[in-house]
């Protein structure tokens, strides 16, 4: 089984803040990866696919990157609405999946 | 617009069998080439793939739930269900149903299930 970590488990920023959120997978996983923000009591939803692909309507302060093992995504200028919980998401052998643990993040 | 919707017992008690629906509306859940699946998330903590069922019938599940977890659809009804046997107080969370591809695209708004006596 493909097995995920993220980092950091959580981060507090200010507004216009930078942040990345890494995301390693024990195998390589090519780019089969996703990444979610899930806001309390909410569905999870899909921000970047394939892991560098911004989802239609989504702002474009959010990217992703990486490929293989390792991946970062990235809030270029951290906004209120922003406060959520951030989830990697493999599918190298679909239809089996693993997420990560997830990434809160909160305003400073 | 695509639109999910869960149903089922709110409470289970342990050892008994966790029965979920979801209804879908808005598109047809046999004409295209999509899985409908299941995730769920105990309180706190993080997603967890239960399984899933292609449009054309074939299902597959999370090896560490596979001897638990049925998923059925009914076309008909153009719903999809999940069943879960001999549940434990470990089985408490908010179960999603959701239409995906290696992306998971469309979701319920999840329903909580607490298991107990």
């Known amino acids: 089984d493909i097995q995920m970590t993220q980092s950091p488990s959580s981060l507090s920023a200010s507004v216009g803040d930078r942040v990345t959120i890494t995301c390693q997978a024990s195998q390589d996983i090519s780019n089969y990866l996703n990444w979610y923000q899930q806001k309390p009591g909410k569905a999870p939803k899909l921000l970047i696919y394939d892991a560098s692909n911004l989802e239609t309507g989504v702002p474009s302060r959010f990217s992703g990157s990486g490929s293989g093992t390792d991946f970062t995504f990235t809030i270029s200028s951290l906004q209120p609405e922003d406060i959520a919980t951030y989830y990697c998401?493999?599918?190298?052998?679909?239809?089996?999946?693993?997420f990560g643990p997830g990434t809160k993040v909160d305003i400073k | 617009q695509l639109q999910l919707q869960e149903s089922g017992p709110g409470l289970v008690k342990p050892s008994e069998t966790l029965s979920l629906t979801c209804t879908v509306s808005?598109?047809?859940?046999?004409?295209?080439?999509?899985?409908w699946g299941w995730i769920r998330q105990p309180p706190g903590k993080g997603l967890e793939w239960i399984g899933s069922?292609?449009?054309?019938?074939?299902?597959y599940y999370n090896p560490s739930l596979k001897s638990r977890v049925t998923i059925s659809v009914d076309t008909s009804k153009n719903q999809f269900s999940l069943k879960l046997s001999s549940v434990t107080a470990a089985d408490t969370a908010v179960y999603y149903c959701a239409r995906h591809e290696g992306q998971w695209l469309d979701w319920g708004q999840g329903t909580l299930v607490t298991v107990s006596s």
């Open positions: 069922i292609y449009y054309s019938g074939s299902t």
């Open positions: 808005g598109g047809s859940i046999s004409s295209s080439s999509y899985y």
């Open positions: 998401q493999q599918y190298d052998n679909l239809p089996s999946f693993t």
